[in-house]
């Protein structure tokens, strides 16, 4: 509790400044709860991104091995010196109250027919298109992870920002508040008492001088 001179202004200002903390509160309660449920939802992504290129990974290997059986090591191997992509990873940022998190995209421009269809298994093309589609999920697995990782270092700064107001400024002013309206009120009570008696007295020496 501060140690304030019972006065209108210093009331007033106890006041303004619980009802401002008050208000940081309910902000910064309304922040920890939007970024938290934007947390859980980016963890699930996170999640389901993971399975999903854990499953194409390995269905892309098989269709390489098939590849392989059905046409030979060293026929696939020069398949693949053929194949002509090129990739480009882009980087944006989108923010999310006031938490400024990456948007990953990546794009292919490949450059076909890479080789003649005679004499070519379709597994080398299913292993291509799942690798590639692999490779786009990893990016976005790689903003979803720098995401959680920066939503969850916000989130702790709201939460001790939080605990603070809560547990500490705002019973501090209340407190000061209190004990300032409690101060006032005795001494305008000591002020009333004493102007009555004042009064009195002044009343007494008029009927003495008469």
Not at 3 to 20: D, G, H, I, M, Y
């Amino acid at each position: 509790m501060r140690q304030l001179a019972p006065t209108r202004t210093n009331l007033l200002k106890v006041s303004a400044e619980l009802n401002f903390a008050r208000l940081g509160y309910e902000l910064l309660d309304q922040k920890r709860n939007i970024l938290i449920l934007e947390l859980m939802s980016l963890i699930d992504q996170a999640t389901q991104h993971q399975d999903a290129i854990e499953k194409l990974l390995t269905e892309a290997y098989k269709s390489l091995e098939q590849s392989v059986t059905a046409m030979g090591r060293s026929r696939v191997r020069s398949l693949a010196t053929a194949v002509h992509i090129d990739s480009r990873i882009a980087f944006r940022r989108r923010k999310v109250m006031g938490v400024s998190l990456p948007v990953v995209e990546t794009e292919f421009q490949e450059f076909r027919p890479y080789f003649s269809l005679e004499g070519t298994s379709f597994h080398i093309d299913e292993a291509l298109s799942r690798f590639k589609a692999a490779l786009e999920m990893m990016g976005k697995l790689a903003e979803l992870k720098v995401s959680i990782t920066r939503l969850a270092g916000e989130i702790k700064k709201t939460v001790r920002k939080v605990n603070a107001l809560e547990k500490i400024a705002i019973p501090d002013l209340a407190e000061t508040k209190v004990n300032l309206e409690n101060r006032l009120e005795e001494t305008e009570r000591d002020m009333f008492v004493l102007m009555k008696m004042v009064k009195r007295q002044l009343l007494e020496k008029r009927r003495e001088d008469q």
